[in-house]
């Protein structure tokens, strides 16, 4: 099985920002043989605060991406919060992602699994890896082409995040696709007074013990300037530092 790769800022901040990631996946594509799918969010509707930037919205956001698909040819996924935007989403992307707070919502795993897009279904922070049969089957028995499964770390505690990652090899039982979220792995959520933050230099390390442990998909999200980002800056990876690391894994 080819390895996936995920990748993109973690909000849609501007079209800029979305060319100058995209035009990065397609160099990088070219070079390795990769099929990196670019990734970014149009609404990041479980931000810590509720002045936190949270992207575009759905129509806005939806444009931004299909421009992406037509300039650069990139596949495409997004994350979605509520069950009626799994039709709109499906129209425009190859992937639909279930945010790991809500895996357990059967409404939002029907939805999105009757696009007939691939659904990502992210593991929460309170579930085991074995947990993830129920979403998983919800998903199958609702029709979906193709299932995901991620891990993201679990809370053992205050503004923290541990990986088990015994939890791959546990869901590769279940789907034949596990993908390890590098980047929101290193979070520390609430830890930085209102927001989230995080200790990127552990995403590479947590990327190489996922593929000692199984895992055959990779998300990392990226930014030019990390430090500037307007959502989850302090986990995500340099741009610059990406092709390096899939060159490891490949």
Known sequence: MKIKFIAGPCVIESAELLDTVAQRLVAINERLGADIIFKASFDKANRTSISSFRGPGLEKGLRMLADVRAKWGLKLLTDIHESWQAAPVGEVVDVIQIPAFLCRQTDLLVAAAKTGRTVNIKKAQFL??????????????????????????????????????????????????VVMDCTHSVQRPGAAGG????????????????????????????????????????????????????????
């Open 128 to 177: 085991s890896g074995a947990d993830m049969l129920y979403p998983y089957e919800k998903a199958r028995d609702a029709g979906a082409s193709e299932i995901w499964l991620t891990e993201r770390g679990n809370i053992y505690g205050y503004n923290n995040l541990v990986v088990d990652f015994r939890n791959i090899a546990d869901m590769l039982r279940i789907a034949p696709t």
């Open 195 to 250: 927001k989230t933050g995080g200790n990127r230099e552990f995403v590479p390390a947590m990327a190489q013990a996922a593929k000692a442990f199984g895992a055959n998909g990779f998300f990392f999200e990226v930014h030019p300037d990390p430090d500037h980002a307007k959502s989850d800056g302090p986990n995500m990876l340099q741009l610059d530092e990406l092709e390096n690391l899939i060159k490891t894994l490949l």
